[in-house]
């Protein structure tokens, strides 16, 4: 069965504590993998898009890389405007829908 | 560009009433999914429309959920009777092309529903 796990479920870092966000997934034949911010009350906001082994994506505090089995969202000395849900999610096989992880809540304290 | 425009923002019925949610796309956008967000997990997919018809809905409990996109544009979701286990966040996405071939989901805000 398809299937994506994130953690930890929780993490709690100080200002500038750099940290790495997990997603592992059971998925043949990947499709792309795709992360997302969600912040409280609001829908998730993409982030960016991996499609193959050894691929990184950057943006600001933020770099993805893509691995066969997981990916991680590594977060450089963040900040507290970077507190959020970070949500992972891969496409279904044989279907174009996305089937999502249950998110790592991320805060950041000054 | 507009976003993903949704309403209500927030909705409490009681069990066995009725309840409708509202999803205008962002323009041009060919494909619309409502997802289903329970409190502490990922989003989970109820349905998928390409233009005006269905393309997934095996996840749709069809028994009190329906849904319907009239001219390829704007969709509503209705549940009908509602259960207590419908208390959710209820998003709506649309993306460019169909699904995720290069086309990220762009997400409304949701419709936060309580049943009491």
């Known amino acids: 069965e398809d299937q994506v796990t994130q953690s930890p479920e929780a993490l709690r870092l100080q200002e500038g504590e750099s940290s790495s966000l997990n997603c592992s997934y059971t998925?043949?034949?990947?499709?792309?993998l795709f992360w997302y911010r969600q912040d409280p009350g609001k829908g998730p906001e993409f982030l960016f898009t991996?499609?193959?082994a050894g691929e990184e994506k950057e943006k600001e505090r933020l770099k993805a890389t893509l691995t066969k089995k997981e990916s991680f969202l590594h977060i450089t000395a963040p900040k507290p405007e970077d507190s959020a849900t970070y949500l992972c999610?891969?496409?279904?096989?044989?279907?174009?829908?996305?089937?999502f992880g249950a998110g790592t809540r991320l805060a950041v304290h000054p | 560009e507009a976003g993903v425009a949704q309403s209500p923002r927030y909705k409490i019925i009681e069990k066995r009433q009725s309840v409708a949610f509202w999803c205008n796309p962002i323009?041009?956008?060919?494909?619309l999914y409502w997802y289903q967000q329970i409190l502490g997990q990922g989003p989970k997919l109820l349905i998928q429309?390409?233009?005006?018809?269905?393309?997934?809905d095996s996840q749709l409990p069809k028994d009190r959920f329906s849904a319907e996109r009239l001219k390829g544009v704007d969709s509503t979701l209705k549940i009908q009777p509602a259960k207590l286990e419908d208390s959710a966040v209820y998003l709506c996405?649309?993306?460019?092309?169909?699904?995720?071939?290069?086309?990220?989901?762009?997400f409304g805000n949701g419709t936060r529903l309580t049943v009491t």
């Open positions: 999610a891969v496409p279904r096989r044989g279907y174009n829908k996305l089937i």
């Open positions: 998925v043949s034949g990947l499709r792309g």
């Open positions: 996405a649309s993306s460019l092309g169909f699904g995720t071939d290069n086309s990220p989901l762009h």
């Open positions: 429309f390409q233009n005006n018809g269905v393309v997934d």
């Open positions: 991996l499609y193959s």
């Open positions: 323009s041009g956008h060919a494909t």
